[in-house]
Nanobody, 122 residues
Framework: QVQLTESGGGLVQAGGSLRLSCAAS????????MGWFRQASGKEREFVAA????????YYTDSVKGRFTISRDNAKNTVYLQMNSLKPEDTAVYYC???????????????WGQGTQVTVSS
């Protein structure tokens, strides 16, 4: 069973940047589509970004396009989320997720991390 551990969250001013990391253990990350989700206080969890198993295909929700970049290093079993030009509305707990299979999906993932808090101050 894959275990996912996120890191890199924190407090940043609006316009700043953070890079989240998600380390996978107990499995080979190249076997999984990897995604990032977030959940703001009082709101439902939402899809943010996903990467194909090789990293050659990526997909983003509209609100982060041009600001966030998902990437992965399968040799290190790690996926990243580079977040630039952060806005207060990006404040949320960010979760890493892994999905068996080939197709990028916006909702169906098999494994989830515990989350890391990102807070953007105005």
């Amino acid at each position: 069973q894959v275990q996912l551990t996120e890191s890199g969250g924190g407090l940043v001013q609006a316009g700043g940047s953070l890079r989240l990391s998600c380390a996978a253990s107990g499995g080979t990350s190249s076997n999984y589509v990897m995604g990032w989700f977030r959940q703001a206080s009082g709101k439902e969890r939402e899809f943010v970004a996903a990467s194909s198993r090789s990293g050659t295909s990526t997909y983003y929700t509209d609100s982060v396009k041009g600001r966030f970049t998902i990437s992965r290093d399968n040799a290190k079993n790690t996926v990243y989320l580079q977040m630039n030009s952060l806005k207060p509305e990006d404040t949320a707990v960010y979760y890493c997720a892994a999905r068996l299979g080939v197709r990028i999906d916006l909702t169906e993932y098999n494994y989830w991390g515990q989350g890391t808090q990102v807070t953007v101050s105005s």
